[in-house]
């Protein structure tokens, strides 16, 4: 079973995974949209060179045959990501992957799959597209974990690290942020509040 990193850090570009690896991150997901196969190709070969020089772990979103080419490890895949993939694929190559959740269905289609971490989102309010699902609250990342067992959770949606503990207490495994670091005016500052937050002894060492 995976062990995850409390925090989980999103981006939305090799550029800012750069930047931010360097800080202390030790989990990190490349969510590019809208490149071209060749660019897209760039990103993730940029994303895996500063992941290995710093020893962080990345996770590619949805695209899992580049990730068989790169040799990249893990994946994160969303539900309609999971009517092509090709998961004996993804296993014979060693290749873990993570899924998203919003409902019960999905959930049980996920555990069917023994996937290395279930995520479930947005727990609260989120700036970073139009949701088609209500905001889930801390009572329903409660009942996931209640239902995952020891499958690490990944709460994702809305979170800042003021809101860290409810989220842990709920049951969470793990918190993974988009919008409040990428859109943040000081996105490596607010990177190091995320790891004060999750990894108090990471900020002491570097105090």
């Not at 895949?77 to 873990?96: H, K, M, Y």
């Not at 700036?127 to 994702?156: F, Y």
Request: aromatic share 6%.
């Amino acid at each position: 079973m995976a062990v995850l990193d409390r925090f989980y850090l999103i981006t939305g570009s090799a550029a800012l995974l750069e930047r931010l690896v360097p800080l202390g991150v030790r989990l990190v997901q490349l969510r590019v949209k809208d490149l071209s196969p060749e660019a897209l190709r760039g990103e993730a070969i940029r994303a895996q060179a500063a992941c290995r020089r710093h020893g962080a772990q990345l996770i590619l979103n949805d695209h899992w045959r580049l990730a068989l080419d790169l040799g990249i490890d893990f994946v994160h895949l969303g539900q309609e990501d999971l009517d092509a993939a090709d998961i004996p694929a993804l296993r014979r190559a060693g290749v873990r992957f993570g899924l998203s959740t919003h409902d019960d269905a999905e959930l049980d289609r996920a555990l069917a799959l023994a996937p290395a971490y279930v995520a479930l989102g947005p727990v609260y309010p989120t700036l970073l597209k139009t949701m088609p699902w209500a905001p889930q609250g801390l009572a329903r990342v409660a009942a996931w974990k209640a239902r995952v067992g020891a499958t690490p959770l990944v709460a994702i949606g809305g979170l800042t690290p003021e809101r860290l503990p409810g989220v842990f207490d709920a049951g969470a495994d793990s918190a993974a942020v988009v919008t409040d670091i990428q859109q943040a005016p000081d996105p490596e500052a607010r990177c190091r509040d995320w790891i004060a937050a999750t990894r108090p002894e990471m900020c002491r060492l570097q105090t």
